[in-house]
């Protein structure tokens, strides 16, 4: 029997979906990756980071010792799903320290697992079998429990392009392809992700001081802002990633963007209500992340993959910086350049249906 911790089979970025590929093709969830082992009586919820999930998701230990036959492994992604699709932000809050709040979050908002792979059947595992084998095994495995969903699967490269534009409607993060003849390969990234890709032009709002770095030798990152249809500024996330050396130049390059950088900042003193500011208190947090304010006149140019949150929102995950624009005025960046995707219905993807609404 496979006990944890068994690190997951990773995925590599690529550009765009291939013909002639022997590939697998599966939905991006955008969720916690997780592994569920049921051995017994006993249920474990392991994170991509070999951490127990247990205590976070009793519902799912619940419905999963109820529903997985014994001594199997499986690999997916716990979601959670309002208005008909995903809810990253309902997801993250189900981590929480107090045992209360987890229970009655388990009643209002509870997770689904998407099972995508098997590492083992109750006869034993089945690492080595190839992809196209392992997804016959788990539709069998799970034909006849409601305590798992079942992602979709193709081979079909036009379907697959097709779930990439729909299936962002309702929260996804793109399509993965598994190899069709390779094997479960644990902490290797062997498969291949088309993640969506879009561009902003955002102010820069502030900075950050690189970690462990003496204050204004070296930035960590740019914080982003973009203007609501009333005129006022959000933070939309942060830019950061850059090689050592220009950390060093941009310290020197937006000193001049510091002073009068806290004059009728948005982000301080008396805040309108609903702006989204950096560094905010949460169950993580228990003081606001320091930050240096500057005046709000250079615009930069980032790539984004998708927004969470709602409206206003912000980018799920750290932007890359693209380039300067100089040609634009920061009042010009506004929330209309953020693209939204048409919605679509959860139920619909986990049914494999190509189906708009």
């Excluded at 529903?67 to 809810?87: C, H, I, N, T």
């Excluded at 291949?192 to 970690?211: E, I, N, P």
Aim: hydrophobic fraction near 40%.
């Amino acid at each position: 029997m496979l006990t944890p911790p068994v690190k997951p089979m990773l995925a590599k970025a690529a550009g765009t979906i291939p013909d002639g590929a022997d590939l697998i093709f599966e939905p991006k969830w955008d969720g916690f990756r997780c592994l569920v082992f049921r051995d017994g009586s006993e249920v474990v919820l392991q994170s991509r980071s070999a951490k127990p999930l247990n205590r976070y998701f009793p519902e799912m230990v619940a419905r999963l010792a109820a529903g997985l036959p014994d001594r199997v492994v499986l690999d997916g992604e716990l979601v959670v799903g309002k208005a008909g699709r995903l809810d990253f932000d309902a997801l993250s809050e189900r981590i929480h320290p107090a045992a209360s709040r987890v229970n009655l979050l388990a009643e209002q908002t509870p997770a689904t697992f998407v099972a995508f792979d098997v590492l083992q059947l109750p006869s034993g595992p089945v690492l080595e079998s190839p992809g196209i084998e392992r997804r016959e095994m788990l539709v069998k495995l799970v034909a006849d429990t409601d305590s798992v969903s079942l992602t979709p699967a193709t081979q079909d490269v036009e379907l697959a392009r097709q779930w990439f534009t729909l299936f962002e409607g309702a929260g996804l993060d793109g399509v993965i392809g598994k190899p069709a003849q390779g094997p479960y390969t644990p902490d290797k990234r062997t498969m291949l992700k088309f993640k969506h890709s879009r561009t902003a032009d955002c102010v820069v709002a502030g900075l950050r001081w690189y970690k462990d770095t003496e204050p204004g030798t070296s930035v960590g990152s740019l914080l982003l802002g973009l203007y609501d249809e009333k005129g006022v500024l959000h933070n939309v996330g942060v830019v950061g990633s850059f090689p050592a050396e220009r950390r060093r130049e941009l310290a020197v390059e937006l000193a001049e963007l510091m002073p009068g950088g806290e004059d009728d900042h948005p982000w301080l003193g008396e805040v309108a209500e609903g702006t989204r500011v950096p560094g905010e208190i949460n169950r993580w947090r228990s003081a606001q992340a320091a930050w240096v304010p500057l005046r709000r006149e250079r615009v930069v140019e980032v790539a984004y993959e998708h927004t969470e949150g709602g409206h206003p929102g912000r980018f799920r995950h750290t932007a890359q910086f693209i380039r300067w624009r100089p040609d634009r005025e920061a009042a010009s960046c506004g929330y209309e350049q953020l693209e939204e995707p048409a919605r679509y219905d959860l139920d619909a993807v986990l049914k494999g249906e190509v189906r708009g609404r």
